[in-house]
């Protein structure tokens, strides 16, 4: 019998503060941040400042993950906090504009 892992693949979409403007722009008109990857599996949660979508998921792809089409939500303010507290852990994101989700899975056995 095969047995699979299942996970989640995040790319958050996010912005970055402008000194003395950042407090008066809402998310959407604020300059863009990088891009954050979150792979969630049975591990807990892998937050990184992502290159490009293709990078990441070529790495996980090498990683044996096969990575399902994603859903994207641009309404930042829609979003569960985790995703917004993950972003933030990266250096220079000051908050989200939108994110993906991805579904993924790869076998054990």
């Not at 403007?21 to 990857?37: D, F, I, L, N, T």
Request: glycine content about 10%; some cysteine.
């Amino acid at each position: 019998m095969e047995t699979f892992q299942y996970g989640y693949l995040y790319m958050i979409q996010t912005t970055t503060a402008v000194t003395g403007v950042a407090e008066m722009m809402s998310s959407r008109y604020r300059p863009a941040g990088p891009m954050v990857s979150v792979v969630v599996d049975q591990n807990g949660a892998k937050v990184a400042r992502a290159e490009n979508s293709v990078l990441t998921l070529n790495a996980l792809g090498s990683a044996g993950w096969c990575v399902e089409n994603g859903t994207s939500y641009t309404d930042a303010t829609q979003a569960p906090k985790a995703i917004s507290e993950w972003a933030c852990t990266i250096e220079g994101v000051d908050g989200i504009r939108g994110y993906a989700v991805h579904f993924m899975r790869r076998r054990l056995s």
